[in-house]
Protein backbone atom coordinates (compact mmCIF):
# COMPACT_ATOMS: atom_id res chain seq x y z
CA UNK A 1 0.00 0.00 0.00
CA UNK A 2 1.33 3.64 -0.96
CA UNK A 3 0.06 7.08 0.10
CA UNK A 4 0.84 9.76 -2.64
CA UNK A 5 -0.01 13.18 -1.33
CA UNK A 6 0.27 16.49 -3.15
CA UNK A 7 -1.15 19.96 -3.31
CA UNK A 8 1.22 21.87 -1.01
CA UNK A 9 2.43 25.25 -1.85
CA UNK A 10 2.99 28.85 -0.77
CA UNK A 11 0.14 30.45 0.09
CA UNK A 12 -0.42 33.97 1.74
CA UNK A 13 -2.29 34.02 4.84
CA UNK A 14 -6.03 34.11 4.07
CA UNK A 15 -5.69 32.39 1.27
CA UNK A 16 -6.76 28.64 0.38
CA UNK A 17 -5.38 25.07 -0.49
CA UNK A 18 -6.17 21.22 -0.84
CA UNK A 19 -4.43 18.95 -0.44
CA UNK A 20 -4.93 15.40 -2.10
CA UNK A 21 -3.62 11.91 -0.83
CA UNK A 22 -4.71 8.58 -3.29
CA UNK A 23 -4.22 5.33 -1.68
CA UNK A 24 -2.90 2.42 -3.93
CA UNK A 25 -1.24 -1.03 -4.13
CA UNK A 26 -3.59 -4.02 -2.60
CA UNK A 27 -6.15 -2.62 -0.36
CA UNK A 28 -8.26 -4.52 1.06
CA UNK A 29 -10.59 -2.05 3.10
CA UNK A 30 -9.84 1.75 4.19
CA UNK A 31 -10.66 1.84 8.32
CA UNK A 32 -9.42 5.67 8.13
CA UNK A 33 -7.29 8.54 6.61
CA UNK A 34 -6.85 11.62 6.97
CA UNK A 35 -3.62 14.10 7.78
CA UNK A 36 -1.45 15.10 10.36
CA UNK A 37 1.41 17.89 10.23
CA UNK A 38 4.63 18.54 11.18
CA UNK A 39 5.43 22.56 12.26
CA UNK A 40 9.07 23.45 11.90
CA UNK A 41 10.56 22.68 15.37
CA UNK A 42 7.64 20.83 16.96
CA UNK A 43 6.27 17.21 16.97
CA UNK A 44 3.94 15.55 14.25
CA UNK A 45 -0.08 16.33 15.33
CA UNK A 46 -3.13 15.37 13.94
CA UNK A 47 -4.93 17.64 12.30
CA UNK A 48 -8.13 15.54 10.34
CA UNK A 49 -9.27 12.04 10.17
CA UNK A 50 -12.12 10.58 8.45
CA UNK A 51 -13.31 7.49 8.96
CA UNK A 52 -14.94 5.04 6.03
CA UNK A 53 -18.58 5.32 7.46
CA UNK A 54 -17.70 9.06 6.92
CA UNK A 55 -17.21 10.36 10.54
CA UNK A 56 -14.68 12.99 11.13
CA UNK A 57 -12.31 14.55 13.58
CA UNK A 58 -10.80 17.55 13.56
CA UNK A 59 -7.89 19.45 15.45
CA UNK A 60 -9.45 22.42 17.64
CA UNK A 61 -7.15 24.43 15.60
CA UNK A 62 -8.13 23.79 12.44
CA UNK A 63 -12.14 23.33 13.34
CA UNK A 64 -14.22 25.24 10.92
CA UNK A 65 -11.70 26.59 8.21
CA UNK A 66 -10.24 23.08 7.41
CA UNK A 67 -12.71 20.24 5.54
CA UNK A 68 -11.67 16.12 5.20
CA UNK A 69 -13.72 14.48 2.69
CA UNK A 70 -12.93 11.26 1.07
CA UNK A 71 -13.40 9.58 -2.13
CA UNK A 72 -14.50 6.17 -1.41
CA UNK A 73 -14.28 5.44 -5.61
CA UNK A 74 -11.10 6.91 -6.07
CA UNK A 75 -9.40 5.93 -2.76
CA UNK A 76 -8.47 8.91 -2.11
CA UNK A 77 -9.04 11.77 0.88
CA UNK A 78 -8.59 15.30 0.48
CA UNK A 79 -8.58 18.25 3.03
CA UNK A 80 -9.79 21.64 1.88
CA UNK A 81 -7.59 24.71 3.74
CA UNK A 82 -9.23 27.90 3.71
CA UNK A 83 -8.65 30.78 5.94
CA UNK A 84 -5.04 29.74 6.19
CA UNK A 85 -2.61 31.06 8.68
CA UNK A 86 0.72 31.54 9.25
CA UNK A 87 0.62 28.76 12.39
CA UNK A 88 -0.60 26.00 9.65
CA UNK A 89 2.81 26.16 8.13
CA UNK A 90 3.90 22.73 8.01
CA UNK A 91 4.84 19.71 6.78
CA UNK A 92 1.51 17.37 5.76
CA UNK A 93 1.70 14.06 5.95
CA UNK A 94 -1.09 11.47 4.47
CA UNK A 95 -2.38 8.81 7.19
CA UNK A 96 -4.10 5.56 6.16
CA UNK A 97 -5.27 3.02 8.55
CA UNK A 98 -6.06 0.14 5.90
CA UNK A 99 -7.14 -3.03 6.63
CA UNK A 100 -5.78 -3.21 10.19
CA UNK A 101 -2.41 -1.61 9.55
CA UNK A 102 -0.99 2.10 9.78
CA UNK A 103 0.25 3.70 6.61
CA UNK A 104 2.28 6.86 5.51
CA UNK A 105 2.64 9.03 2.81
CA UNK A 106 5.64 11.44 1.99
CA UNK A 107 4.89 14.95 3.81
CA UNK A 108 3.67 18.01 1.75
CA UNK A 109 5.00 21.11 2.78
CA UNK A 110 2.57 24.21 3.38
CA UNK A 111 4.15 27.26 3.71
CA UNK A 112 1.51 30.54 4.45
CA UNK A 113 3.36 33.89 4.89
CA UNK A 114 2.07 36.75 6.53
Known amino acids: VQLQASGGGLVQAGGSLRLSCLAS????????LGWYRQPPGKQREPVAL???????NYADSVEGRFTISMDNAKNTVYLQMNSLEPEDTAVYYC?????????WGQGTQVTVSS
Open 25 to 32: GSIGMINM
Open 95 to 103: YGMISGATY
Open 50 to 56: VSNLGST
